[in-house]
């Protein structure tokens, strides 16, 4: 049964993502600088996302990863250059459109 579910998981991987030439998948590149902790300073918080953000920019797949973290509403993490706060902005302005 464990490994049912784990199958599913893999399964709802984007196929974007298992591209190999994605610019958070390079050499050198944190992954969990896509996924900043909140410690309590704003201002971090922004400089670390927007870090980030400069190497989505960079990333073949920029387009898809953004329409993608839109598509399933992720909440967390800078996905296409997207921040979680660009993200609901974007989500509220096509809801009110
Ligand atoms: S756009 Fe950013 S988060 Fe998405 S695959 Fe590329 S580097 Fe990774």
Known sequence: MKQRASYQLFADIPPFLRRHDLACRQPG???AAFFPAA???PE???R???AAAGI???CPAVDECAAWALA???DHGVWGGLT???RQRI???RAAA
Request: glycine share 8%.
């Open 29 to 31: 590149v944190d992954p």
């Open 39 to 41: 410690d309590g300073s």
């Open 44 to 46: 971090r918080q922004r």
């Open 48 to 50: 670390a996302e927007q």
């Open 56 to 58: 989505c920019a960079g």
């Open 72 to 74: 399933t509403c992720q």
């Open 84 to 86: 979680p706060a660009d």
């Open 91 to 93: 989500r509220a302005r």
